[in-house]
């Protein structure tokens, strides 16, 4: 009894919770919230002159690319491939990862590197965080509050309706199980989606 009864707390201890995506932005919301962080963080730096103005560079990054934010402050120059298309991910929670540069993830990167002088090195990005900058951002545009960790679901939710198969995008994710976690975590898509999809379906 004691066996059973340890047993039955260990499983309760490994279940994953399902992760609601109801509370993602839509894409206009999204690109608002682009917008919000960047005015914000420009008029931040303006009064303290800290030159860490680039919330928004990080926010779009972490959304574009599906990284953690510990892998994104990793993130370096060196690190992308520009001729072979493809940035790879050094700091991860499990192992090194590869992912191509997605055209708005590489026009984002083209964008930075040319405000840099065209030629950077050394970190991708000044500001480790943007935790606060996201939450006000979510405040001024009227969407639920989001964590900094909800642009890697955006990220993969994005793929997903896109149509990227599990397995691709469980490998864009970082992921090591050939897609049962993102099965598990990303598999229950928006409503509006799902709307779509059915009107598409037909069995005769």
């Given amino acids: 009894l004691f066996q059973a009864g340890t047993l039955l707390k260990r499983l309760r201890y490994v279940q994953t919770k399902t992760v609601k995506l109801t509370h993602l932005p839509t894409v206009e919301k999204y690109k608002a919230l682009l917008v919000e962080i960047r005015v914000g963080a420009s008029q931040g730096d303006a009064v303290f002159h800290r030159g860490l103005n680039d919330s928004g560079d990080l926010f779009e990054f ?6 953690r934010t510990g892998s994104a402050n990793a993130a370096e120059w060196e690190h992308i491939d520009w001729s072979r298309n493809q940035l790879t991910f050094y700091v991860t929670k499990r192992d090194n990862y590869t992912i191509p540069l997605f055209p708005e993830l590489r026009g984002l990167l ?3 590197k040319a405000a840099a002088g065209g030629n950077p090195s050394g970190k991708l990005f000044k500001v480790k965080s943007i935790k606060r900058v996201l939450q006000s951002a979510c405040v001024a545009v009227e969407t639920p509050r989001l964590t900094p960790h909800d642009c890697k679901h955006f990220f993969a ?3 997903i309706e896109a149509g990227a198969d599990i397995p ?3 490998r864009w994710l970082g992921h090591k199980d050939g897609g049962a976690l993102a099965m ?8 509006e989606h799902s709307q779509v999809w059915a009107g598409k379906i037909r069995f005769s």
């Fill in 157 to 159: 939710t994005r793929c």
């Fill in 168 to 170: 691709t995008a469980s």
């Fill in 184 to 191: 598990k975590t990303y598999g229950h898509l928006r409503d």
């Fill in 110 to 112: 083209e964008r930075m």
């Fill in 62 to 67: 972490l959304s574009t690319s599906g990284a």
